[in-house]
């Protein structure tokens, strides 16, 4: 059975920075591509980021890029997000995902239960 498990959530001031990470178990982590999307409070789930499986493809919301950066680390199962230069709009819950690589949220049948991410002004 796959597992998904965020870390890493935390409050933070405007401007700061963040690293979430998300362990993976019950698959072949390597294969798979993933995804972070994110929540907020009153609006539908969003996607984030994107990480092909083999490391060579990412892509990003036009809301992230130049301020966060997805990783993975394939002998670790783990995936990351550096989120930089954070602002009160980034506020959301956030969760990662395995499945296809894609911005939709159906081409990923698993999800992780996801961590709270709180920037104040």
């Known amino acids: 059975q796959v597992q998904l498990v965020e870390t890493g959530g935390g409050l933070v001031q405007a401007g700061g920075s963040l690293r979430l990470s998300c362990a993976a178990s019950?698959?072949?982590?390597?294969?798979?591509?993933l995804a972070w999307f994110r929540q907020a409070p009153g609006k539908e789930r969003e996607f984030v980021a994107a990480i092909s499986e083999n490391r060579i493809s990412t892509y990003y919301a036009d809301s992230v890029k130049g301020r966060f950066t997805i990783s993975r680390d394939n002998a670790k199962n783990t995936l990351f997000l550096q989120m930089n230069s954070l602002k009160p709009e980034d506020t959301a819950v956030y969760y990662c995902a395995t499945g296809v690589y894609s911005a939709l949220s159906k081409d990923y049948p698993y999800w992780g239960q996801g961590t709270q991410v709180t920037v104040s002004s």
């Open positions: 019950g698959h072949t982590f390597s294969t798979y591509s």
